[in-house]
């Protein structure tokens, strides 16, 4: 990761003029396209992006759409519709999950295409960003079901598929076994064994150690730094997380074993406060034989609108997107909010949170530990050599914490929020390359 243009910080203020829509064009508070692209149009304002490069960078480059037959346990035959977005790949290929959920459009796969393109511009990263989903309810799928969608879906889209073009992962609802149908599928039309098409797959098909834990983990090397540089102690600190899932589960374990004191944690059943401090391994072990926190008896149950508001250093919501907004925004008493989900705060509620003086480390930086150990699964399986568990970690601290301190100096230099400074890095390293490439015409 040394060296070349990959590796700068620096952030260059061409000077020309963009012709941008309509201001007065009505912003929907929770659409998360609209979301990405007003946060997009500022750092393109304060970078004075140039005209060109601004269309560029405001469009996906590939948006497929596809109809998904899968016949049902019971002899029937539905389908399903599924997306995959490339939005740019000027960087390297696209990277981005798949994830199956009753909500996905494709408007939320495109907005999350384009997160992941500056997520990983944001890290640095050689990856572009894509994002793909599929419209079904897979709580209500028997393993069959899934995975006859899984391959069909694989099918319809194995054309933009490959090592060095698009290489998915798990998102909401699938996991590794998701991604060992994806990889299978992938290899027997390639007609050979093609592990680095997808990364987050079993250990024994070429994943890599610690790529389970890694977002929450990544959560948690971002929360240490940003308690550090506001000068407030780790140990003790109190913590409400918001989701408690895979990334909350173990971002809340590793902030337990740090010594933050965890008050609150909720999941979209049940949420608990305890002034005290949480039991984390009992709150682990019960949502491992439960399926969720329901019955949970290591705290007081609360709403989860009032786990979002509790008086806490830091509060990380882990959960979807859309938690945060200008109806609860000015309830927020944490100190530091960590964005462990995708975009949990409206683009709306960022100038309330602002004024409360709230420290955000957004979410294209702070959930970036997921794709940046997906990065080097990738890198191991096309080596074919794969790397111990604690050197994974350990090249996972190192670039989580220069990230943070790449945002933090361009936030501190150009007086914005680490939300914008974020996206200004992004956007202006994913910009240079366009600037060195040229446009092909």
Known sequence: MAGGPFMSTDVRLPTHNIVRPDKDTFLDEVNPFDA??????????????????????????KTITISIPVLMDNGE????TGHRVLYNTSRGPAKGGIRFDTDVSLEEVTALAAWMTWKCAVV???FGGSKGGVVCDPLKMSVGELERLTRRYTAGIISTLGPDSDVPAPDVNTNERVMAWVMDT???HMRHTVTGVVTGKPVEMGGS???RDATGRGVTLVTKEALDHLGMPVSDATVAIQGFGNVGSVAATLLDRRGCRIVGIGDR?????????????????????HRSLDGFDGGQQISGADLLTLDVDVLVPAALENVITTRNAAG????????AANGPTTAAADAILEDKGIFVVPDILANAGG????YFEWVQDRAGYFWPEDVVNDRLREIMTRSFHDVLRLSREHGVSMRTAAYMLAVSRVATVHRLRGVYA
């Open 186 to 188: 992938y290899s027997m």
């Open 332 to 339: 927020i008493r944490a100190k530091v909010l960590i964005e």
């Open 269 to 289: 059943v049940s949420s608990f406060y305890n002034p005290d401090g949480i039991d984390i391994p009992a709150a682990v072990a019960h949502v491992k034989q």
């Open 124 to 126: 640095n990263l050689p």
């Open 36 to 61: 990405m692209m007003s946060r997009f149009d500022r750092a393109a304002e304060l970078l004075d992006l140039e005209p060109g490069l601004y269309k560029i960078l405001r469009h996906a480059e």
């Open 209 to 211: 150690l610690g790529r």
């Open 77 to 80: 035959i539905q389908v399903f």
């Open 371 to 374: 794709v940046t150990v997906s």
